[in-house]
């Protein structure tokens, strides 16, 4: 059983930048595409980024396409989401998650095991 833990949220001015990082336990890591989702109060989960189980592919949600970046070590059974030039809006429980398959969608029920969320706050 694959269980995910994700780190580095926390409080951030706007325009800055935040690494958050999802350790995989397991020895099938590298086998999935993962992704991040996000959910702010009040608002339904949405898609943030996504990467295939090489890394050789990724996807973005237009409101985070060139200034969020999502990476995998998979020797660390780590995938990272770099945040640079963050918004208030970009305020959120930010989730990540294993793909069913060794690629990716961008729809939650595309994905079977998700971590506990890290909260990320941004002032303005």
């Known amino acids: 059983q694959v269980v995910l833990v994700e780190s580095g949220g926390g409080l951030v001015q706007a325009g800055g930048s935040l690494r958050l990082s999802c350790a995989a336990s397991?020895?099938?890591?590298?086998?999935?595409?993962m992704g991040w989702f996000r959910q702010a109060p009040g608002k339904e989960r949405e898609f943030v980024a996504a990467?295939?189980?090489?890394?050789?592919?990724?996807s973005y949600a237009d409101s985070v396409k060139g200034r969020f970046t999502i990476s995998r070590d998979n020797a660390k059974n780590t995938v990272y989401l770099q945040m640079n030039s963050l918004k208030p809006e970009d305020t959120a429980v930010y989730y990540c998650?294993?793909?069913?398959?060794?690629?990716?969608?961008?729809?939650?029920?595309?994905?079977?095991?998700w971590g506990q969320g890290t909260q990320v706050t941004v002032s303005s």
């Open positions: 998650a294993r793909s069913r398959t060794n690629y990716y969608r961008l729809v939650t029920n595309g994905y079977d095991t």
């Open positions: 990467i295939n189980w090489s890394g050789g592919s990724t």
């Open positions: 397991g020895r099938t890591f590298s086998r999935n595409g």
